[in-house]
């Protein structure tokens, strides 16, 4: 059973062990109780499913993604308070949709899980000649970098990928200076109860789809602690929010 949100755990097997009457539904291993709900949670996509589904979208993700998430990454970079000199994280880099929006003059380190996409990422950093890119295939949830090593760090469309969002944070933080930004961008569940229950049943169909529709803004602010200093929106009805939080560590 993996942890998911910090959340207190109960665990369906364990209270209906002989159970024939309280089944699941398909794909729905488990049931988490937090303060607020009782959600259906379907069991989170672990690294290899990632990685798998990744790989197929890696020669068409651009296509389809890329004139969609390319302006707000690059509207959260302009706000991240990014300087001459600094150094940047971006956790999850994919086919480096962003790396034409940072600086020259600072230096960004990207990394990615799924070696397909960052064979993309490579392509862009060739061909527009980013020589202050560098590349590497690493998990964001257990990323090799020292403390403090970064001045910035960047997560875009990331965090409802990642089989625990909380560590992915955390980690962010650790490497990545007191006082820095720290940039999200993802679509979060609503706060309109109706609206948010329709996200959290699709929940497990989004997952076969490689992202989760169930995440809200609630857990960067608490349960991952991030000081969070602006949320923003390309406009009022996209689905995408742009955060950007100041490393509290
Ligand atoms: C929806 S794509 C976003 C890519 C890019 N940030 C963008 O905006 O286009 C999610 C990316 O996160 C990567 N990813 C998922 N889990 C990861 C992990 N634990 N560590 C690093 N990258 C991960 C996937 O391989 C994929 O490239």
Redesign the pocket.
């Known amino acids: 059973m993996r942890e998911r949100h910090g959340y207190p755990r109960f665990s369906f097997s364990a209270a209906f062990p002989q159970s024939s009457l309280f089944v699941p539904p398909s794909g729905f291993s488990e049931f988490s109780l937090d303060s607020y709900h009782l959600i259906c949670y379907f069991e989170a996509m672990n690294?290899e499913e990632?990685?798998s589904i990744?790989s197929k979208?890696?020669s068409v993700?651009d296509m389809v993604?890329?004139h969609v998430?390319?302006p707000r990454?690059k509207m959260g970079i302009e706000r991240s308070r990014i300087a001459e000199g600094d150094r940047v994280i971006?956790?999850?880099?994919?086919?480096?949709?962003?790396l034409t929006s940072y600086s020259p003059q600072c230096k960004v380190v990207g990394?990615?899980?799924?070696r397909k996409?960052?064979e993309q990422a490579r392509q862009k950093k060739e061909l527009h000649k980013l020589d202050h890119v560098e590349l590497f295939e690493?998990?964001?949830?257990n990323m090799t970098f020292g403390d403090d090593t970064f001045d910035h760090a960047v997560?875009?469309?990331?965090i409802t990928?990642?089989?625990n969002p909380e560590k992915?944070v955390s980690e962010m933080k650790r490497v990545t200076k007191k006082g820095g930004s720290i940039l999200i961008?993802n679509h979060f569940c609503s706060n309109n109860g109706f609206i948010s229950s329709v996200e959290k049943v699709f929940s497990p169909l989004c997952e076969k789809w490689?992202?989760r529709s169930d995440i809200s803004l609630d857990l960067l602010s608490n349960h991952c602690n991030l000081h969070i200093t602006e949320v923003f929106k390309k406009n009022r009805l996209d689905p995408w929010s742009i955060i950007v939080a100041t490393n509290n560590k």
Do not use: C, H, N, Q
Request: proline share 2%; charged share 15%; net charge negative.
């Open positions: 690294k990632v990685k990744y979208y890696s993700y993604f890329g998430f390319s990454i971006e956790v999850g880099v994919g086919t480096g949709i962003s990394i990615d899980l799924t996409m960052l690493m998990d964001g949830e997560a875009a469309f990331v990928v990642v089989p992915m961008l490689g992202w």
